[in-house]
Structure formats: C-alpha cells, structure tokens
C-alpha cells in the first residue's frame, strides 16, 4: 500500500520561511503609443522588445470551490511599453525560465530612451513571454504586481535531495509528475519556487499537492488531488528474461 510523505515529517522545504523573492533587476520601460505587426517588427529590428503591463482582478465564482478563482470583465491599467532586448535578455541570464515569470521586478518608466524624466514607478510580475520558432523573444505581458493585489501564479517546483533517497538507492524510481503549483498569492508573498526535499522517500512514498508548507496567505488553485507532485516507484526485474540470458 503506497504511504502519502507529509510535510510534518520535516522533508519538505517550508516555502514560508523565505520572503517572496524580489528581484534586485529593475526592468526599464517607454510608453508605446501604438500596436501591431509592422510597429512591433520595428521595434524588435531596432533592439527593442514590445512588452504590455496591465492589472487583472480575480472574483471566486464558486464560494464552495477554492479553486474556482477566474478573471473579472474589467481590466485596467493596461499599458503598451517598449523594453530593451539586451537588459531582458541580461536578467533572463540571471533569472531562468521558469523562475522568470514568478519573480517580481520594479518597472520604472521613462519618459523616453535615455531619458532621465520618470513618469511611473511600480512592480510588475512577468506572465508570458512570446517567442518565435528560433527562440527569439518577440513581446513580454506583465502584470501589475503592487502590495495589496492578489494574482495567480505558476510556481515551479525544484527537487532537492534525490541522491540521498531511500527509495531510489533500493533500486526504485523517483517520478515527478508535476513541475509546478499554482497558486493565488498576494503579490508581496509570491514565492519564486517551492523545493520539496525527497531525501527520505522510500518505495512507494508519494508527496501529495497539500504537503508543501508554504505562507498562509497563498490559496492552492492546482486541481486533481490524486495526483501527487512525486513519487518512488519500484522497480521491477523480469525474472524469465533474466533466466533466459
């Protein structure tokens, strides 16, 4: 009978005792007047990236349902920007995928390139970033991320301690089934990542979505409970081919 691993064994890193990671990067930014294909293509030609920022607010459409969070109708703030590729692509160097878009970063923009007039300040938490088939970046979407706003975020998942696992070191396999959590998080508790340590998982060990420990504030929105963020799986020998050889 498998066992559910449970995060009071103290095998999972508590993503609570870490603040929200904020980013010491502070992505510049002009405003764009206008949109569409030939502007974007200029912009890109003349090493600029096309990026939007806007804030969404979520509603609970279900009272019954924790997870039933969705976006309303009214969206404001939005904004059409320009960023520099070669800042993007230094903090993308610095920051990798997937830890990118659940890192909050100041954005300040300017009243133009080189300018040293600053029309707004705020904190921005990438939510997509728009690439062609060779991997070049073509325009960024952001989020307003200010105190007190609430998004949702795909959290990655970093497994930590797969060389010391029981389970592993029997002869089974560690499958990690989910590369992520999503969650509902008040922007200045948004974590960049939840590590779960595997380092006494034994054969047929799982960890459950509910184990990470993380800030109270943080509402789960992953669905599927069954279906755990990893496991040891044992490993099975086919006895007659083994007697065949």
Known sequence: MSKCWRAAAGVLRNANQTPAHRSYHTIQAVPRELSGHRISARERAQGRIPAVVFSQKYVQKNPSDPTSFVASTSVSQKL?????????????????????????????????????????????????????????????????????????????????????????????????????????????HIPQKIEVDVSNLDIEDRVSIHDPVVHPSLKLLSKNESIPICKVKATYIDIESTEDA
């Open 80 to 188: 059409l920007l320009t960023t520099e590729r070669k800042q993007i692509k230094s903090i993308l160097k610095d920051i990798e995928l997937p830890f990118f878009c659940s890192t909050a970063f100041p954005l300040q923009i300017r009243a133009g390139s080189g300018s040293s007039t600053i029309l707004q300040n705020g904190k921005v938490l990438p939510i997509k970033i728009h690439r062609d088939d060779e991997g070049n970046i073509l325009n960024l979407v952001f989020a307003w991320a200010e105190d007190g706003s609430e998004l949702k975020v795909e959290v990655p998942i970093v497994y930590t301690g797969e060389d010391a696992c029981p389970g592993v070191k029997k002869g089974g396999t560690l499958v990690k089934i989910r590369k992520s959590l999503k969650y509902m998080c008040p922007s200045e």
